[in-house]
T-cell receptor, first 114, second 114 residues
Framework: SQQGEEDPQALSIQEGENATMNCSYK?????LQWYRQNSGRGLVHLIL?????REKHSGRLRVTLDTSKKSSSLLITASRAADTASYFC??????????????FGKGTHLIIQP | KAGVTQTPRYLIKTRGQQVTLSCSPI?????VSWYQQTPGQGLQFLFE???????NKGNFPGRFSGRQFSNSRSEMNVSTLELGDSALYLC?????????????FGPGTRLTVT
């Protein structure tokens, strides 16, 4: 079952603008990860933020995590045509036996218009 | 380092048949996870193997099984194929565990069941 839910489902912006995607989840997590997927190909890991972190940066990416609201956001600044892709958040929880597999949301499809 | 490789890349099978997919993880990675991606259900976790042992399992019927070899290579098997098994099957490897570290995905095997 999907734990993470991304919002919006689709987003179209002009090249150079910033893109913000949100992710909400339901249960307590160990960490939250963002992935990118181009046209039905394999996923590429973008950033991992642990439950005790509030913000993380990687190049043009900024991720925030609010565990009290069970939500995260991914900001892509100065977007480029190559950023056109689907973006997924994935959560990792711990059960009694250790870390569980990742639970993915349904993704945000981002289109960058030239 | 070479990335995660999956074979075959495309497969067409008939209902009732069985299929075996293969995944070679990044060298040194001991965790291999499998995911099914469909337009309707999105990305769903199948199972994770770590050091030849199944560590986690998603909510899939027993027709879906897997194994991991001593060199960390993994195979997944689907028996008695159904039309609904048509999907992109993604394999991902991780240094220690799917929920703890970022995962590196292969390009996927696209399975079509007719």
């Amino acid at each position: 079952s999907q734990q993470g839910e991304e919002d919006p489902q689709a987003l179209s912006i002009q090249e150079g603008e910033n893109a913000t995607m949100n992710c909400s989840y339901k249960t307590s997590i160990n960490n939250l990860q963002w992935y990118r997927q181009n046209s039905g190909r394999g996923l590429v890991h973008l950033i991992l933020i642990r439950s005790n972190e509030r913000e993380k940066h990687s190049g043009r990416l900024r991720v925030t995590l609010d565990t009290s609201k069970k939500s995260s956001s991914l900001l892509i600044t100065a977007s480029r045509a190559a950023d056109t892709a689907s973006y997924f958040c994935a959560t990792a929880s711990y059960s009694g036996g250790g870390a569980d597999g990742l639970t993915f949301g349904k993704g945000t499809h981002l289109i960058i218009q030239p | 380092k070479a990335g995660v490789t999956q074979t075959p890349r495309y497969l067409i099978k008939t209902r009732g048949q069985q299929v075996t997919l293969s995944c070679s993880p990044i060298s040194g990675h001991r965790s291999v996870s499998w995911y099914q991606q469909t337009p309707g259900q999105g990305l769903q976790f199948l199972f994770e193997y770590f050091s030849e042992t199944q560590r986690n399992k998603g909510n899939f019927p027993g027709r879906f099984s897997g194994r991991q070899f001593s060199n960390s290579r993994s195979e997944m098997n689907v028996s008695t194929l159904e039309l609904g098994d048509s999907a992109l099957y993604l394999c991902a490897s991780s240094l220690r565990g799917a929920g703890t570290y970022e995962q590196y995905f292969g390009p996927g095997t696209r399975l079509t069941v007719t």
